[in-house]
């Protein structure tokens, strides 16, 4: 199935039906020994800084205006995951602007996730196009265009005062990234390791502290998610957090996210992060843009008190099953007009997301959703 609007692209396959989950996987476990701690608690916020540019208000549950990132910080956010294209049509979103915004994370105290698409658009399970810079390269010239890409972005944030602590090598890379060369045909994944391996190696020759996480969108099932990652490692790729997305009406039931990120965990030896998740408030559309998820899970509302609720499950499993982190997709991008899902066409675009963040269509921020370790 296709879904239209922020880029969001999911095989009809995985489209499952949610269930509610245990009482086990609902309440935080009170003896801290029993589980891990959610040290990344985390929010996409990467159409803020064009909302905010618009004139765009959010406010607190008390009803005051503030900025978003205090409001997210407030609810437990401790980290910020900002995307970032090559040359997006819009100008939002590429090297200058996320420079730009970095600096007001990092003011806040807030650590700071560089998502690298590698494309001058959305790149997700089913859309992985190359950058038009470099269109009709070899393999071999992606490798240097990857690398060279990563260290710039990453050595100007490093050179500003705002190294990022963590980066993704692509997103959502199912079957691959940079398209043709760099997808995942008759499983060989040769090209997609290369690419990897240079994405890695401009990382950590920038700063070797930063923590390279590798994402995919296979949260529904141990075989999707081990054909992938075993394929990688198989070549040499190295990489320090594994990272899944997980929307319930996409991936399945909540305590199957669990299965599989305690598998991918066991596994390869390495911390887990859901790196995307998010959850409808209403099913009704601010907008001329149809939303991106219409309907919800087993157990969950659509209402504030479903979506705080959904969230806080999310969290608890991933928590429970060894997850160090849970970001949401996201939550400040409510319907503004001109701020539209197309880079192309952002002033009259619509956004398939309105019903999916945590502001309503007014800024007025969900009362009860909260980020806990």
Same mark, same amino acid.
């Given at each position: 199935?296709?879904?239209?609007?922020?880029?969001?692209?999911?095989?009809?396959?995985?489209? %499952?039906?949610?269930?509610?989950?245990?009482?086990?996987?609902?309440? #935080?476990?009170?003896?801290?020994?029993?589980?891990? *701690?959610? #040290?990344?608690?985390?929010?996409?916020?990467?159409?803020?800084?064009?909302?905010?540019?618009?004139?765009?208000?959010?406010?607190?549950?008390?009803?005051?205006?503030?900025?978003?990132?205090?409001?997210?910080?407030?609810?437990?956010?401790?980290?910020?995951? %900002?995307?970032?294209?090559?040359?997006?049509?819009?100008?939002?979103?590429?090297?200058? +602007?996320?420079?730009?915004?970095?600096?007001?994370?990092?003011?806040?105290? %807030?650590?700071?996730?560089?998502?690298?698409?590698?494309?001058? #658009?959305?790149?997700?399970?089913?859309?992985?196009?190359?950058?038009?810079?470099?269109?009709?390269?070899?393999?071999?010239?992606?490798? !240097?265009?990857?690398?060279?890409?990563?260290?710039?972005? @990453?050595?100007? %944030?490093?050179?500003?005062?705002?190294?990022?602590?963590?980066?993704?090598?692509?997103? =959502?890379?199912?079957?691959?990234?940079?398209?043709? =060369?760099?997808?995942?045909?008759?499983?060989?994944?040769?090209?997609?390791?290369?690419?990897?391996? *240079?994405?890695?190696?401009?990382?950590?020759? @920038?700063?070797?502290?930063?923590?390279?996480?590798? &994402?995919?969108?296979?949260?529904?099932?141990? =075989? &999707?998610?081990?054909?992938?990652?075993?394929?990688?490692?198989? +070549?040499?790729? !190295?990489?320090?957090?594994?990272?899944?997305?997980?929307? @319930?009406?996409? &991936?399945?039931?909540?305590?199957?996210?669990?299965?599989?990120?305690?598998?991918?965990?066991?596994?390869?030896?390495?911390?887990?992060?859901?790196?995307?998740?998010?959850?409808?408030?209403?099913?009704?559309?601010?907008?001329?843009?149809?939303?991106?998820?219409?309907?919800? @899970?087993?157990?969950?509302?659509?209402?504030?008190?479903?979506?705080?609720?959904?969230?806080?499950?999310?969290?608890?499993?991933?928590?429970?099953?060894?997850?160090?982190?849970?970001?949401?997709?996201?939550?400040?991008?409510?319907?503004?007009?001109?701020?539209?899902?197309?880079?192309?066409?952002?002033?009259?675009?619509?956004?398939?997301?309105?019903?999916?963040?945590?502001?309503?269509?007014?800024?007025?921020?969900?009362?009860?959703?909260?980020? !806990?370790?």
């Amino acid at each position: 199935m296709t879904v239209h609007g922020p880029g969001r692209i999911v095989r009809a396959a995985l489209f %499952l039906a949610a269930v509610a989950l245990p009482a086990s996987l609902l309440t #935080t476990p009170t003896d801290a020994s029993a589980a891990n *701690s959610l #040290t990344m608690r985390g929010a996409d916020v990467s159409t803020a800084q064009r909302a905010l540019d618009l004139g765009a208000k959010y406010y607190d549950a008390s009803g005051t205006a503030r900025d978003p990132l205090d409001i997210l910080k407030g609810l437990g956010v401790n980290y910020v995951r %900002l995307r970032v294209w090559n040359n997006p049509a819009s100008g939002y979103n590429n090297k200058a +602007k996320v420079l730009a915004y970095a600096k007001q994370v990092k003011a806040k105290g %807030l650590k700071l996730l560089v998502d690298f698409h590698y494309s001058d #658009t959305w790149a997700d399970p089913g859309t992985q196009t190359k950058p038009a810079a470099w269109s009709g390269h070899t393999i071999g010239q992606l490798q !240097t265009d990857v690398y060279n890409y990563t260290y710039d972005v @990453c050595n100007s %944030l490093k050179s500003q005062g705002t190294t990022p602590d963590s980066v993704q090598i692509g997103n =959502e890379i199912n079957v691959g990234m940079l398209w043709n =060369e760099g997808k995942v045909v008759n499983n060989d994944f040769t090209n997609l390791s290369l690419l990897l391996k *240079s994405g890695y190696n401009a990382t950590k020759a @920038c700063n070797s502290g930063t923590q390279v996480i590798i &994402h995919t969108a296979n949260s529904d099932s141990d =075989e &999707h998610a081990r054909w992938f990652y075993d394929g990688i490692r198989s +070549k040499g790729v !190295t990489w320090d957090i594994t990272g899944l997305s997980y929307y @319930c009406p996409w &991936h399945g039931t909540i305590a199957n996210m669990g299965s599989v990120v305690a598998d991918m965990k066991s596994r390869y030896g390495k911390d887990v992060v859901i790196a995307e998740t998010a959850y409808p408030f209403t099913s009704a559309n601010a907008d001329s843009t149809g939303n991106s998820i219409t309907s919800g @899970c087993s157990g969950y509302p659509l209402s504030w008190q479903g979506q705080a609720d959904n969230f806080t499950a999310v969290q608890n499993a991933a928590r429970n099953s060894g997850a160090i982190g849970v970001f949401y997709w996201e939550p400040t991008w409510y319907a503004v007009k001109g701020n539209g899902w197309d880079p192309a066409d952002i002033n009259n675009s619509g956004n398939g997301w309105d019903n999916m963040a945590i502001f309503n269509w007014t800024g007025q921020v969900n009362p009860t959703i909260k980020w !806990t370790p």
